[in-house]
């Protein structure tokens, strides 16, 4: 029967939202079982992916930009010169454990550890100096722990053959959105609230999915879904960083207080895989995020948000009939920020992924 082999063989599928931010925009990859065809399959399935991407490219808006351009040029919001960012090296474990009742519905639960390590030069000063290349202006941080946890449910039982379905969730802020740091000038610095692990807001989550064969062929297999996260509940950003400093008496001491959203993203996934081969499954994906960009007194609302997207081959391997694992590298083939972002190269993943 197709749809069980599908069941069997989809699982390597990339789609849906991440949980996670991994790239100006955010990372639209994914190894939600529940929307590749793995619903008819009943009980628990235990998913660990790491994930591993360097944003080290400066874009302003669809061109890449040097940061002596960057250093120059003037932040649409504010009129001040431009921030410059020198790198941002992300590297995430993602655990995502699902059940479903093989009839109807199912629930993912995904728990992201993040590690990350950022540099910017800053802004430059009204003189002119103090940003890039000098860095006088700028902070280093480095910082791990767990980010914003998703739960999202999806209903599959419109039809016989459970090939579509609906998803349903929310993403809740257990992530730290008080990371400081030290400024290379000597004071204390709050990381930018899209740098933090968390938002601090509470997210709705709404999608749907399809999944099949092309044109009833017995190896060719598509699937595609569309999701979107929108922010509902959000908390003034902390506080607790006013009067830490750990410079001179004179150095800044920068506070978080304020308000911050992240913006609105949608994104779109589409692809295909070969099941023609016994332990094999190569993948081909397009994968596609819009992102609003930030707003409150605490965002950066001129350099964040922007449309990416990504041409993914990846490959999995079936060990045995409960045990799979993956590999996948996201490439860029349209890239447009907003603002001035740093953007990765690629994207590489690997996982594995237990049926029990």
């Given at each position: 029967m197709k749809?069980?082999?599908?069941?069997?063989?989809?699982?390597?599928s990339v789609s849906g939202a991440s949980a996670f931010a991994c790239a100006s925009c955010g990372c639209s990859l994914n190894t939600d079982i529940g929307t590749q065809g793995m619903g008819m399959t009943p009980g628990w399935s235990l998913d660990l992916r790491y994930d591993t991407l360097n944003q080290n490219k400066l874009r302003y808006g669809t061109k890449g930009i040097s940061p002596s351009q960057a250093a120059n040029t003037t932040n649409g919001a504010t009129g001040a010169p431009a921030e410059v960012e020198g790198y941002t090296q992300n590297n995430y474990i993602t655990a995502s454990l699902d059940y479903n009742d093989?009839?109807?519905?199912?629930?993912?639960?995904?728990?992201?550890?993040?590690m990350r390590n950022h540099m910017t030069y800053g802004a430059n000063s009204d003189d002119g100096t103090g940003g890039f290349p000098t860095g006088e202006n700028g902070y280093s941080s480095k910082g791990s722990g767990i980010g914003d946890i998703k739960l999202i449910g999806r209903y599959f039982g419109f039809s016989e053959q459970?090939?579509?379905?609906?998803?349903?969730?929310?993403?809740?802020?257990?992530?730290?959105?008080?990371?400081?740091?030290?400024?290379?000038?000597?004071?204390?610095?709050?990381?930018d609230p899209g740098l933090q692990r968390g938002s601090g807001s509470t997210d709705l989550i709404g999608g749907i999915y399809k999944f099949g064969f092309v044109n009833d062929s017995e190896?060719?297999?598509?699937?595609?879904?569309?999701?979107?996260?929108?922010a509902v509940i959000v908390t003034s950003v902390p506080n607790s960083l006013v009067g830490l400093s750990s410079g001179p008496s004179d150095a800044p001491t920068i506070s978080t207080g304020g308000s911050y959203r992240p913006g609105n993203s949608l994104n779109i996934n589409l692809g295909v895989n070969y099941q023609g081969l016994e332990k094999w499954v190569p993948t081909l994906q397009l994968n596609v995020i819009n992102k609003r960009a930030?707003?409150?007194?605490?965002?950066?609302?001129?350099?964040?948000?922007?449309?990416?997207a990504y041409l993914t081959p990846g490959a999995l391997y079936r060990l045995t009939d409960q045990t799979q694992v993956y590999a996948?590298?996201?490439?860029?083939?349209?890239?447009?920020?907003?603002?001035?972002?740093?953007v990765p190269s690629y994207i590489a993943s690997m996982g594995i992924r237990v049926h029990f």
């Open positions: 749809l069980t082999k599908i069941a069997v063989a989809v699982t390597l093989g009839e109807n519905w199912g629930l993912t639960t995904v728990v992201p550890f993040m459970k090939d579509w379905g609906l998803q349903f969730g929310m993403k809740l802020p257990t992530g730290s959105n008080s990371q400081s740091a030290v400024a290379n000038s000597g004071g204390r610095v709050a990381v190896n060719w297999g598509y699937f595609a879904q569309a999701q979107y996260q929108a930030d707003s409150g007194t605490a965002a950066d609302t001129w350099a964040t948000g922007g449309t990416l996948n590298v996201q490439l860029p083939v349209y890239q447009n920020v907003n603002g001035i972002q740093l």
